[in-house]
């Protein structure tokens, strides 16, 4: 019995690998194809309503909000809401300061710690009606033309969020930097670009933009501690809505750099994964063609292939399946590394980011075992916050006290 119990889990996992391995390859051919150019539109830009939710972010929250006084969006379209989630350190009045005398600008200030998505439920209620609602993390830089181009996408009816490159810029500080650029690359220049391509929803970030009649239907922003943008992302896939991948559309993001840092972040994007299998469409449920739903599927999976990667290699070990199995899957791993990479524009540095790539995919796999365990623990779940060195940027200007801040409680 014993035998027949190892001998079926072995094939079981050489069929997993090889479904992984499948959908790599697929996505890296995707990539590499020809995209159909698409005409521009010279329609008036929707309205939108752009949330900012910070907490504790005092040191760095400067750098976003230069980079948000440089948006180019057409006059009258664009309302801002800054949100302070309850803040113990000076991020209100960085907030507050950069408000004030700004036109359709407005800091809402709770009362009390909700979490991110609570704070983005808050600041869409408090501000005016609008066509798309954007998400800025208090931790990223968009470029001046990254709106236009993401609300550009909206001419298309079927399109519920449009979902922007957010760039490494640190890649090159530290050895875990460079791994977590590698990833981000991977995620968003090939699978992201690959599922954009071949008609599926790819997954959402901190820079999104959603179509706000999408996100009414699905009920809005979830109640989860974090996560909230796979949870989305999900459940308006679920929903019969497409999400597009925009590389032209980039916003700067800076990556983690040490190995508490790492571990922390992987910890908690598994954990969202798991929760995010739980997004229901809402009250009206689309029909949604089979290739989303095996790619939705494939995606609640979440860092299955890391998992089905140790087995082969223990099976392999033991001779119950070919060494040659997880080496081919480690193969196609690399291919899909080195597209990244060329993709990015990094091939210069090609042999340092598959080095530290080698290096931390034990890491990697190592932080997936260990969620997978906290889950099925049911242990709770914990958001510690990563510290991340920002490029210095000149201070805004218009630096004077504030007195425009809208109080939660009225609601």
């Given at each position: ?383 510690n916050r990563t510290a991340r060195n920002r490029p210095e940027l000149e201070s805004i200007s218009r630096a004077n006290p504030a007195d425009l801040a809208v109080d939660a409680r009225a609601e």
């Amino acid at each position: 019995m014993v035998d027949v119990l190892v001998a079926t889990s072995a094939a079981l996992t050489t069929i997993a690998l090889g479904v992984f391995s499948l959908r790599r390859i697929v996505l890296v051919g995707a990539v590499w194809s020809r995209s159909r150019a698409e005409q521009g539109s010279s329609a008036e830009l929707p309205s939108v309503t752009l949330l900012v939710a910070a907490r504790n972010e005092a040191e760095t929250i400067e750098a976003t909000l230069a980079a948000l006084e440089k948006l180019d969006y057409p006059s009258g379209r664009l309302f801002i809401v800054l949100i302070d989630d309850a803040s113990v350190d000076h991020t209100r009045s960085h907030l507050e300061r950069w408000a004030k005398d700004r036109p359709l600008t407005a800091v809402l200030a709770l009362p009390e710690r909700r979490g991110k998505s609570a704070a983005l439920k808050a600041g869409m209620s408090a501000a005016p009606a609008a066509d798309l609602i954007a998400v800025c993390d208090a931790d990223l830089r968009p470029r001046p033309q990254s709106l236009r181009i993401l609300a550009a996408a909206f001419r298309d009816e079927s399109v519920g969020a449009a979902v922007p490159f957010l760039s490494p810029e640190n890649a090159l500080q530290s050895g875990v930097a460079s791994y977590a650029a590698v990833e981000s690359w991977l995620h968003q220049l090939v699978t992201s670009a690959g599922k954009n391509r071949l008609g599926l929803s790819p997954a959402a970030n901190g820079g999104t933009l959603y179509r706000r009649s999408a996100l009414d239907e699905i009920g809005g922003f979830p109640q989860v501690y974090s996560g909230e943008d796979v949870w989305i992302a999900t459940a308006l896939t679920r929903a019969g809505w497409r999400i597009r991948f925009l590389r032209e559309a980039v916003i700067d993001n800076t990556v983690v750099q040490s190995w508490k840092d790492y571990w922390q972040q992987h910890l908690r994007w598994s954990r969202n994964l798991f929760s995010a299998s739980a997004a229901r469409a809402g009250a009206s449920e689309h029909a949604v063609n089979i290739l989303r739903r095996i790619e939705l599927w494939m995606q609640s999976a979440g860092y299955a292939d890391r998992l089905a990667m140790v087995g082969a290699l223990v099976f392999a070990a033991v001779g119950r399946i070919p060494l040659w199995i997880p080496l081919l899957y480690g193969l196609v791993i690399a291919v899909q590394l080195v597209t990244a990479v060329i993709m990015a524009g990094a091939g210069s540095r090609i042999f340092r980011f598959l080095a530290w790539s080698g290096v931390f995919y034990a890491v990697d796999v190592a932080a997936t075992v260990t969620s997978v365990v906290l889950h099925i623990l049911r242990r709770p779940r914990s958001w510690n916050r990563t510290a991340r060195n920002r490029p210095e940027l000149e201070s805004i200007s218009r630096a004077n006290p504030a007195d425009l801040a809208v109080d939660a409680r009225a609601e």
